[in-house]
């Protein structure tokens, strides 16, 4: 198939691969335009253009063989540590979600267990059986804890 180029967009014969330079473009977004990084996004563009084709030539469609590339792409975040582009904001907001996932499941925990409480005073009070659940619900708030001192 050739390549011929068009309005700024990559076509193998009718085949528009303008997707792929979006995706891309989002993921480079807060990455720094120079040279080193407009080599790298046009290296990646290329491998992800050759990739459909060959998933094309084997069968797959076009929409199956795209999505299928970007997915095998992955994420960009350790080549944006290699490019030197640290993202703070990005890692205060991980932070304040971690925290907020932890405070959230220590209320929801504290819900539950008051739920379990009541439901055995009030239907068995004669037996003590709430203290099982118990112990399955904390593990909850427990590994949102470890989330968020990792993330500290």
Not at 15 to 23: D, E, F
Not at 36 to 64: P, R
Not at 127 to 139: A, K, N, Q, R, S
Request: hydrophobic share 40%; proline share 3%; aromatic share 14%.
């Amino acid at each position: 198939m050739g390549r011929v180029e068009r309005n700024n967009e990559s076509i193998y014969g009718g085949i528009t691969m303008n997707k792929l330079r979006n995706h891309i473009d989002n993921l480079f977004k807060d990455v720094p335009i120079n040279e080193k990084t407009e080599s790298i996004k046009q290296e990646i563009i290329q491998n992800l253009e050759e990739k459909v084709l060959y998933l094309m030539e084997h069968g797959k469609t076009e929409e199956d063989a795209m999505n299928k590339a970007i997915v095998e792409f992955g994420d960009v975040e350790d080549l944006k540590k290699e490019l030197g582009v640290y993202n703070v904001h990005h890692d205060t907001i991980g932070l304040k979600k971690a925290k907020n996932n932890f405070y959230f499941s220590i209320c929801g925990s504290i819900l539950l267990i008051s739920l379990f409480v009541f439901i055995n005073l009030y239907y068995t009070p004669s037996t003590v059986w709430f203290i099982y659940p118990t112990f399955g619900i904390l593990w909850w708030p427990l590994s949102m804890f470890f989330v968020w001192s990792r993330k500290k």
